[in-house]
């Protein structure tokens, strides 16, 4: 008797080629639901539809099609066990050989505006899911593939075999588990953030890494849903692999770089902070003013552009050595000019605007979840505390300091001037340290410049630092209980004073 495959698919990408080759290579009978069906026979491939063989119609409007013992039986039947043999003897069922499952698209679904809770529970595939489940717990007996990208893996074990391996069915089985399991974890987010109440989270691994963060920590690569998103749609030009480290700081700086839009800007991260971080007329000066800020540390960075790389651009990054570069596109000529430097990771991440709704943290016996800090900074609902008000290019620069501070370890502090950090503190266990280091770091350029701190001043000690360095101005989210007195500091010392309302911590 031919072999039997039951392929029922909401993707059909590949299906007609799989189906042509199972039926005219390999002498394989295919059952098929609804849609699949008509595809395959539109192309002219015999086929059964499951509710001819089955003997029961697909009913309440194609919410039930394959959820029948004859289908169920065929799939989860044992070999290998008399009485499960015999059963299927006695029902006249079909031992299935091969099953071909993917989902209907929810995650698509519930991506698109306006859509309804309607909408989506109507997307909630029932029969896709029990068929992998049941043919993955059987993958003793028979194989299942729920991604196009398996049909030719497939073809290939028939080819060489005669019939799919036990190591190669055990992988697949583990791939259609795995692939439940994000569909239910899907599931579960969206009607949980409904309620406002529950997170869940879980992911397919895409690439194992070297390592960690060090070269003694195992690690691995994990994509979210089953559509490919943020990191995981980009594309890379040219370069080794990435590491962990490096898609730790290629996050970082994808997060500053999305805090500008209206003018070209760039950025450079060292260790998750930026080292340097500019806006100007045009990428390449924006690019060039970021370097200079802190050409030491600029090496062996991370750079991350809101423009296309244009050639001049391109020339400029190969002068140093760099891990990784990502902007929104590259032209033919700059990518010419960046093979000079084939190690450097060259991404192009058209949006990258869009990242994480959460951020997670691992605790012992359990982890953190919180909103992601993506507040837009809006100047209009800042507080002028000081007697000097501010002209409109001076909050033009206090609000560039403001969204570089963002995404600075806390205790933050950042010095700016035009539209450039002059100095970053990062990560201090007080304030006044960050300061130093940040002045220290901007030397006599501090003198004009502006200064943004991302917590309150609990003393007036950081105002008085700042003005004897010759900061013009401050940005800070004020909420001490002593800001009276960093307010009195600043106005006897001639300095701006804005306070946001706003705090950004970052740990």
Avoid at 131 to 145: C, D, E, F, G, I
Wanted: proline fraction near 4%; charge should be negative; glycine fraction near 8%.
């Amino acid at each position: 008797m031919a072999r039997l495959a039951l392929l029922s698919v909401s993707n059909k990408t590949g299906i007609i080629d799989l189906a042509r080759s199972l039926v005219a290579e390999f002498g394989f009978d295919i059952i098929s639901s609804g849609g699949t069906a008509k595809t395959l026979k539109d192309a002219g491939i015999p086929v059964t539809k499951v509710s001819d063989y089955t003997g029961s119609p697909e009913i309440l409007g194609g919410r039930v099609k394959t959820l029948h013992p004859r289908i169920h039986g065929g799939i989860l039947a044992r070999r290998d066990v008399a009485q499960d043999v015999t059963d299927l003897e006695n029902n006249q069922i079909r031992p299935i050989d091969l099953v071909v499952v993917n989902l209907y698209p929810f995650e698509e679904t519930i991506a698109k505006p306006g859509v309804t809770l309607a909408d989506a529970v109507e997307q909630i595939d029932i029969g896709g899911p029990a068929m992998l489940r049941a043919s993955s717990k059987n993958y003793a007996h028979l194989t299942v593939l729920c991604d196009p990208a398996q049909y030719g893996e497939y073809l290939q074990e028939l080819g060489q075999n005669g019939a799919a391996s036990l190591e190669f069915r055990q992988k697949c089985a583990l791939k259609g588990f795995l692939h439940t399991a994000s569909y239910d974890n899907a599931i579960a987010a969206y009607l949980g953030g409904i309620q406002g109440s529950e997170f869940t989270m879980s992911g397919t691994q895409i690439q194992s890494l070297r390592y960690g963060e060090n070269p003694h920590q195992p690690a691995a690569w994990y994509q979210t849903g089953s559509t490919p998103t943020g990191w995981t749609a980009a594309t890379k030009l040219q370069g080794k692999e990435l590491s962990y480290n490096n898609l730790v700081d290629l996050e970082a700086a994808r997060r500053i770089i999305a805090e500008f839009t209206e003018s070209p800007a760039a950025t450079i991260i060292k260790h998750t902070n930026p080292c340097g971080t500019a806006e100007a007329e045009t990428i390449f000066d924006a690019y060039q003013k970021a370097f200079n800020a802190d050409s030491i540390s600029a090496f062996g960075g991370i750079i991350a552009l809101n423009r296309p790389i244009d050639a001049a651009t391109a020339t400029e990054l190969t002068k140093t050595f760099l891990e990784c570069v990502v902007a929104p596109g590259c032209d033919e000529e700059a990518q010419e000019i960046l093979t000079k430097k084939g190690n450097v990771r060259v991404l192009i991440l058209p949006d990258l605007l869009t990242g994480p709704k959460e951020t997670v943290k691992a605790v012992a016996g359990g982890f953190l979840v919180q909103s992601a800090d993506d507040i837009i900074a809006d100047p209009t609902q800042w507080q002028v505390v000081t007697e000097r008000q501010p002209t409109p290019s001076e909050l033009a620069e206090l609000l560039f300091a403001w969204k570089v501070c963002k995404h600075v370890k806390s205790n933050a502090i950042v010095i700016v001037s035009d539209r450039t950090t002059l100095g970053v503190g990062a990560g201090q266990m007080n304030r006044v340290g960050s300061t130093k280091i940040a002045l220290e770091q901007a030397g006599e350029k501090a003198r004009g410049a502006f200064l943004a701190s991302d917590g309150f001043f609990p003393f007036d000690d950081t105002v008085r630092a700042a003005a004897a360095a010759g900061i013009t101005a401050i940005v800070q989210p004020g909420g001490s209980l002593k800001d009276k007195d960093s307010i009195k500091a600043a106005n006897e010392l001639g300095l701006l004073m804005v306070i946001t309302g706003v705090r950004h911590f970052l740990h």
